[in-house]
């Protein structure tokens, strides 16, 4: 099943040929009503508490930032400020000189977890969807910690869909900026699957229903610039694609 956001805030499945708006968020047992809308203006569709993520979780991605493989899986926050939809642009912020896409595959939870082992875990996965991990590749390694880097607005588009029939073993992601195939990974590649992640997640922090866990990306990250579209393809979801833009810098007030 596949479910969308609208941009009126309404939760809804996919039907074949429309959406059937869903009493409350899918993730929560949200049923179908009568009503229907054509799947367009849509939002993200989620609405986390947290947003936390995975770096390094590819070995080749690690090795081509110079970075080793951590002995644990290495957990970074995002805001979910940072959260935009699918057609929504992604701005890019004039302090920084080199903007990066991340593709990865993301996980939706469904029910509270905390200190969960792998079955449990597995078991409040509520579905997946794609999801970009832009970063200020410049300020990451100025700041050394992740928060700057990843946290402003627009660096965290997610859709178009969350899918819950899908079995993330072994997935392709692809990553194109315009025609450039820039990423080409599986997740059979993974260090660390899914469910181990969201289980060493909820031994440090409780997960709730709706939160977001971004499972991290492949080799190929690059730079994007205004003007650029961004398409993130995971087998099996439809693709999330996001234009680019400049963000002006804030002007000073007058003395």
């Known amino acids: 099943m596949e479910y969308y956001r609208l941009a009126d805030g309404r939760w809804a499945c996919d039907t074949g040929d429309d959406l059937a708006i869903l009493d409350a968020a899918p993730w929560l047992g949200g049923r179908a009503t009568s009503a229907r809308a054509p799947k ?8 986390p508490t947290k947003i936390v993520c995975v770096g390094r979780n590819y070995a080749a991605h690690a090795a081509e930032l110079g970075n080793a493989v951590p002995a644990e899986p290495l957990l970074f926050l995002k805001p979910p400020s940072a959260i935009v ?30 200190d969960a082992d792998e079955e449990a875990a597995r078991a409040a996965i509520f579905g997946w969807t794609a999801a970009n991990d ?52 599986n997740t059979h590649s993974m260090l660390r699957t899914p469910a181990a992640l969201v289980a060493y997640i909820s031994r440090i922090m409780t997960l709730e229903p709706g939160d977001l866990v971004l499972t991290g990306t492949p080799a190929g990250v690059g730079p994007i610039e205004a003007g650029d579209v961004v398409r993130v393809e995971i087998e099996g979801i439809p693709p999330l694609v996001n234009p680019v833009t400049e963000r002006r810098a804030a002007a000073r007030n007058s003395p």
């Open 40 to 47: 367009a203006d849509l939002a993200a569709p989620v609405a």
């Open 85 to 114: 939809g699918p057609g929504e642009a992604i701005r890019l912020p004039a302090v920084s000189a080199r903007i990066e896409h991340e593709g990865e595959l993301a996980v939706v939870l469904c029910r509270r977890l905390s």
């Open 134 to 185: 832009i970063t200020a590749r410049d300020l990451q390694r100025a700041d050394v910690q992740f928060t700057r880097a990843k946290g402003f607005d627009t660096f965290c588009p997610v859709g178009p869909c969350i899918v819950t029939d899908l079995d993330p073993g072994s997935l392709r992601i692809r990553t194109w900026v315009g025609q450039a195939l820039r990423q080409d990974g």
